[in-house]
T-cell receptor
Framework: QKEVEQDPGPLSVPEGAIVSLNCTYS??????FMWYRQYSRKGPELLMY????GNKEDGRFTAQVDKSSKYISLFIRDSQPSDSATYLC???????????FGTGTRLTVIP | DGGITQSPKYLFRKEGQNVTLSCEQN?????MYWYRQDPGQGLRLIYY???????QKGDIAEGYSVSREKKESFPLTVTSAQKNPTAFYLC??????????FGPGTRLTVL
């Protein structure tokens, strides 16, 4: 079993839709949770970063962490064609250097 | 502009050759990382370095080597011992262990 599981998609939605992206994980010691956005043939860019459980909002993006279910989500409101990219979740334990990544979900927002 | 640069963008290697990928950052970050990205497998950690003249193996270090002689630079050598080197290589840096920032990547192809 992989440490982090992420549905690879692809996921296609119409412009303006609410998008839900999810990851599950098996290691209960993970405390730091991140979402990265990666455009084709580019390096990932950090979108959201949360510590432990709870919600964090930044503009159209909301990150949720449910540690009891070992489940994290990224919601994108009012999705735009420029949101079309691959979204990677990542997480790590306190004090560790190694980030564990999901395989990424490819999202296409159709105008 | 502050950031992470990787060169070259594309690299072709013949079997049996060693090649070196460059990574430079001007963010004054202490920690630097090398990841490999393959389709359907997410990012996997090759090596990381928290300070100059010190580095640690990640999950898939076999067939790779690194050096950290300067804070700004963390080159990765892909040796002939790496059996399947064709991949997208990403360098990252961070202050401490949090919020890794990625470079644009180098795509290595073995001919």
């Amino acid at each position: 079993q992989k440490e982090v599981e992420q549905d690879p998609g692809p996921l296609s939605v119409p412009e303006g839709a609410i998008v839900s992206l999810n990851c599950t994980y098996s290691n209960s010691a993970f405390q730091y949770f991140m979402w990265y956005r990666q455009y084709s043939r580019k390096g990932p860019e950090l979108l959201m970063y949360t510590y432990s459980s709870g919600n964090k909002e930044d503009g159209r993006f909301t990150a949720q962490v449910d540690k009891s279910s070992k489940y994290i989500s990224l919601f994108i409101r009012d999705s735009q064609p420029s949101d079309s990219a691959t979204y990677l979740c990542a997480m790590r334990e306190t004090g560790a250097n190694n980030l564990f990544f999901g395989t990424g979900t490819r999202l296409t927002v159709i105008p | 502009d502050g950031g992470i640069t990787q060169s070259p963008k594309y690299l072709f290697r013949k079997e049996g050759q060693n090649v070196t990928l460059s990574c430079e950052q001007n963010l004054n970050h202490d920690a630097m990382y090398w990841y490999r990205q393959d389709p359907g497998q997410g990012l996997r950690l090759i090596y990381y370095s928290q300070i100059v003249n010190d580095f640690q193996k990640g999950d898939i270090a076999e067939g790779y080597s690194v050096s950290r002689e300067k804070k700004e630079s963390f080159p990765l050598t892909v040796t002939s011992a790496q059996k399947n080197p064709t991949a997208f290589y990403l360098c990252a840096s961070s202050i401490g262990r949090v919020e890794q920032f990625f470079g644009p990547g180098t795509r290595l192809t073995v001919l």
